[in-house]
């Protein structure tokens, strides 16, 4: 009796050691902070890893042994010879008596674990003794969510000047962005391509407060990121350029140097975010000074004749997909027109209006883009 009492003194010895050891490491993974929102630093998911660099919580009863054995040799708190020891006396008297370990789940976040189960402490049933059955819980309704209005996030790109740019000039961007949805944009990134042959020099002017920066700058991009939009709010920023004083002249054999400039830009917010490309903003390179414009470019063919003509107001400048309405300014005050339409996934939008009921006279026409503002006017003479 007395050296059975003996043995079971030498045995709950290590197995207590083990024990606290696994509380230790156990209390210092679940005091780790979670992972930031966004990567620091490119990143690859592991495929197969070993068991060491499995967390302690994922390991069958023998491997977190082994895990925690290993943490102590290598921090000097524990003799080499003593783990060995006492990992062999585990697998001796205790791992028989442990039921086969099934296939670890997939590892649940760490906030979701309340409670720590050492199983190194609980002991299997005596041979022919089976546990009473559990007893079955009802599942605890989950409660849904409300979903998230979305954002709807408009971004227009102007230059300045509009026109023509002189060589060796600054040119400027402004980037304006409008909410239209019910919700709010968390964040919109907007990539704006350059082309080092023609410009150079770059800076910004950007709402820091607001959480607006420049994430990167490549060999052909400008990638800015604006922070929080709120619903129906608007805000702008701008990029600066400067334009090289070398490019070649126009002439009769050599057309302008064209700086075509169309950005992209993608936004989240609580719902599925979205995005798509900015509107065309081309500028034209030259020497004699700078040509600048508030109206974006239209054409119209014909330009003039007698009533009952039909105009057509052609422009590949406005915001793909969005709904272009118009107005006439006649001689006598403006006129509004039921004339409208929608551009194209190129910002291409057509309108044809019949002149029948027109006085003679000069009359202009003004389109006019519902979500980048942007306006276009075009003259035409009634004959």
Not at 219 to 238: C, H, M, N, P, Q
Not at 260 to 279: E, K, P
Not at 298 to 318: E, I, K
Not at 320 to 343: H, I
Request: charged share 15%.
């Amino acid at each position: 009796m007395a050296r059975n009492l003996q043995h079971m003194r030498r045995r709950a010895l290590p197995l207590a050691l083990i024990a606290a050891l696994l509380l230790v490491v156990i209390g210092q993974a679940l005091a780790q902070p979670g992972p930031p929102a966004e990567p620091l630093l490119p990143n690859t998911e592991p495929g197969d890893s070993a068991t060491a660099d499995i967390p302690i919580w994922m390991l069958s009863e023998q491997e977190a042994v082994e895990a925690t054995l290993r943490a102590y040799v290598a921090s000097d708190q524990l003799a080499a010879a003593e783990a060995q020891a006492l990992l062999e006396q585990f697998v001796t008297e205790e791992a028989p008596l442990l039921p086969e370990q099934p296939a670890a789940p997939q590892a649940p976040a760490l906030e979701a674990i309340s409670t720590v189960y050492l199983p190194l402490l609980r002991k299997a049933a005596p041979v022919g003794q089976q546990p009473p059955p559990p007893t079955p819980i009802p599942p605890t309704p989950t409660p849904q969510p409300e979903p998230a209005a979305p954002a709807d996030v408009a971004v227009t790109i102007w230059p300045k000047p509009s026109i023509w740019v002189a060589r060796g000039a600054t040119l400027e961007y402004e980037i304006r962005l409008a909410n239209y949805g019910r919700g709010a944009a968390s964040q919109t990134t907007v990539v704006f391509p350059i082309n080092r042959a023609q410009v150079s020099q770059f800076s910004t002017s950007l709402d820091s407060k607001a959480g607006d920066w420049v994430r990167s700058v490549d060999e052909k991009s400008i990638t800015i990121v604006f922070g929080k939009l709120d619903s129906g709010a608007r805000r702008s920023g701008k990029l600066f350029m400067r334009v090289h004083a070398n490019l070649p002249l126009p002439s009769p054999s050599q057309p302008p140097v064209l700086i075509d400039t169309r950005a992209s830009y993608t936004f989240r917010d609580g719902a599925n975010g979205g995005g798509q490309r900015t509107n065309w903003a081309p500028v034209l390179v030259g020497n004699d000074g700078s040509s600048d414009a508030p109206y974006i470019w239209v054409r119209v063919t014909p330009d003039r004749g007698p009533a009952g003509t039909r105009h057509s107001f052609f422009t590949n400048r406005f915001l793909p997909g969005e709904t272009v309405t118009t107005w006439l300014n006649t001689p006598w005050g403006v006129q509004p027109l039921s004339l409208r339409g929608t551009a194209n996934g190129e910002g291409i939008v057509e309108l044809v209006l019949n002149s029948a009921g027109l006085a003679r006279g000069t009359y202009q026409i003004v389109l006019y883009g519902q979500r980048s503002g942007l306006t276009g006017v075009a003259s035409f003479i009634v004959e």
